[in-house]
């Protein structure tokens, strides 16, 4: 019984049938709907540079075949708006782009400062360029960019972008309506 309980927890055909499969995109990249891959082995380090699309998709791609990682092999992200939530050294508020905010904003006491810094959380809601997905090239894009004004210390190595929960639209849970999905929340994982 506990083996048959183990076994139905790896069995492919059980999983796989509560995702449903959408097709591919342009580069043949399989979509599939309510699955979010793991994001993990992809060697990017961020840095100060604030990239345009172009020079950024020069770097990433150079830094991929340098580490022997296949580009058509990195996975979607199938959802059109999710929030990221990320930590980061910040000198002010005004560091933040019109699409963070911060966890907790009475995190911003004079007296919690380290070297006229606040170690503080953020939160980035993202939109996908498609409205439908997002490529990994995307996503690491506007990751980087967003962090590239803000301080990471010694973590500045992307190690992961992992599902973390979804976030609703309400103040309370009876608030929140039968048909809300709500968005996803990921969390992107530095490491040094």
């Known amino acids: 019984m506990i083996f048959d309980a183990i076994k ?4 492919k055909d ?3 049938e509560q995702i449903e499969y959408l097709g591919t995109d342009k580069d043949g990249n399989k979509i599939y709907e309510g699955y979010y891959h793991e994001f993990k082995g992809i060697p990017w380090v961020f840095n100060k540079t604030t990239y345009t699309r172009e020079e950024f998709l020069k770097e990433f ?3 991929l075949e340098e580490h022997n990682v296949n580009r058509d092999n990195l996975p979607p992200l199938v959802e059109p708006e999710i929030l ?3 930590e980061a050294w910040i000198e002010s508020k005004s560091q933040l782009h019109p699409n963070e905010y911060l966890y907790e904003d009475d995190e911003l006491e004079e007296y919690d400062k380290e070297d006229g810094m606040w170690q503080v959380e953020i939160y980035a809601r993202l939109k996908a360029d498609n409205g439908q997905y997002f490529t990994t090239e995307e996503l690491l894009f506007k990751l980087h960019n967003l962090m590239a004004n803000k301080e990471l210390g010694d973590h500045v190595f992307f190690e992961n972008l992992a599902y973390d929960d979804h976030e609703f639209e309400a103040d309370d849970a009876e608030d929140v309506d039968d048909d809300d ?3 996803p929340v990921f969390v992107v994982w530095l490491g040094s």
């Open 8 to 11: 139905k927890l790896f069995n």
């Open 84 to 86: 990221v939530s990320y």
């Open 14 to 16: 059980e999983n796989t």
């Open 181 to 183: 999905e709500g968005t």
């Open 61 to 63: 791609y150079k830094c």
